[in-house]
Every structure is written in C-alpha cells, then in structure tokens.
C-alpha cells in the first residue's frame, strides 16, 4: 500500500536530513554490507527475491530524494532526482510520486500494544512491585477489572472478544480463582503474528533512523551498546540473562512514567520510541570469524 507524502501515515521526520556526502560514501560501504547482511538472510528465508528487492530499494531511492532532499523554494526535477540517486532520468519520470510505504500498525496491534501497555503502567492494574495485577473478569464499583481495564482504552470493542482473542494467542490465562492472568509471552509476538512484522519495521527504522542522524551530524539520539568479545558461551548466555532482566526492568519504568504523563498531555504530533536490543552469538557474521583484537584477546567496551 502506497501513500502520498502528504499523508500523515507517510514516514516523516521532524527536520530535514542534511545535504547530500557523497565523500562518505566510501565509509558507509563497510558498515552498509554488515548490517545489510543479517537481512538479506531474513529476505532469502522468507522467499523474497534479489529483484524483488531491488525493485524496492528503487522506489525508496526516487522517493527520499523526491521528498527529503528537495531545495527549498525549487521544484524537485527528474533531473535532479536522477543525479542524486543514480536511476536513469526515465526510470525516475516514471516512479517519481508513488509514495512512500505505509507504515500502519495493524488495528489489532495497537490495541493489544495499548491495553497491554496500561495493564503494565497503570496503578490501578498493578501491585505495590508494578507488577500487572490478575484481574478479575468483571467487579463492583472502582475495582480493578479485566473489564474496566479494556474499557479505560477503548470503548468500541467489548471486553469479551478482546479476552477470546488473546486466550486464543496465549498472552493470558486463567487462574484457579477464575482471574485472568498476563503472561510473559505478551510482551512478544508470536511468529504468526502480524505484530512481529510490524514491530520489526518500526524498531529497526528508528534505531537505524537515530544512529544514521547521529553519524551525518551532531549526535542527537541516545545509541550505546556494552560489548564484549571472545568471551566463553557460558557467559554469553549467563549476560545475555542478566541484561534481559536490566532491559525489562528499564522499559516498564520508562513506560510507567509515559502512562502517568500521558494523563496530563494536551496531545500532538510527535511521537516517541525508547528501545532496548540484546544480541549474542558464537562467531560473527563475517565468515565465522572470532570479533576481537589480533591476539584474540577478550575485550570489553561501551560504545
């Protein structure tokens, strides 16, 4: 589904990229392939062709330079689209206002994301460790209720269909006390869900969105891993553990404090997105070769 620049769904940023480096192009080549890499491994496991690809990256091309690299006051020509950009001139005649992809999240994603989101921030739906409380199907008067908790974000949809839903993908059960319970597994979409493949969109294009303006200018995003290389599996596995914990603890805390200052927000159109990633493997993706210094020495940073 396309959509025209104009349109709210449209991928926007707040300001305008910086001119055009062509002499950093040699350095983004390196890092490009790297991260480009893992992928072009999603693209082949998931049956999407190199020329379906490239008919992609095509029609991205024409429309960033169209629309983020325009001179201000000036018409953006096929010409100057096709110098920017390297498409022939009638390749660029012919692609020029196709629109950027939407990105939408599916309805059903933002409202599973959105009560979810409460039952894990709101007071009124956790305990004295803000942790979601089990909630009964229904209640008397200000109780806390499964039913009073959908019906504090959305009154379109009952509260019955949205708990047969999530029983069926398993985000939440029921307890001997006939209490529905939240389970860990909400917190991630299952492989069939649509959710995955939208949050996979959304996530990597900030992160990318944020380190990409970092590098082009001043840095203005937050974007610091901690690393350590040649380290034993053991200990991979044993860190990877422990920073699960330290992520998940930073993200309720983060998403408590935007609950309670969302009550008091007069709204707009600004948006905001705090990510966390954890990532380990046994070798690099360079051929399965070790990361590290010559001596193979372990190594740690903050970066």
Known sequence: MNAKSGSKEADKSADKPMAPQPNAAGKLHAPLARLLRPLVRLCIRSGMTFPALAQLLRELFVNVAEHDFALEGKEQTDSRVSLLTGIHRKEVARLRGAGAPVHEAPAAV?????????????????DAKGEPLALPRTAVGDAPSFEQLVASVTKDVRPRAVLDEWIDRKLVTINDADEIELVEAAFVPSGEDDGKWHYLGRNLHDHIAAAAENVSGAPRFLE??????NISPKLARKLEARSR???????????????RALAKDKGGNARWN?????????????????????????EGAST
């Open 110 to 126: 933002s409202l599973t994301s959105a009560v979810i989101a409460r039952w894990l921030a709101a007071p009124e739906f956790t």
């Open 224 to 229: 610091r891993a901690v690393h350590y290389n």
């Open 274 to 298: 705090f990510g966390l990633y954890i990532y380990s493997e046994d070798a690099d993706e360079e051929g399965g070769t070790k990361e590290g210094g010559k001596d193979g020495g372990k």
């Open 245 to 259: 914990e330290l992520a998940m603890d930073a993200l309720k805390t983060a998403n408590r404090e935007a609950n």
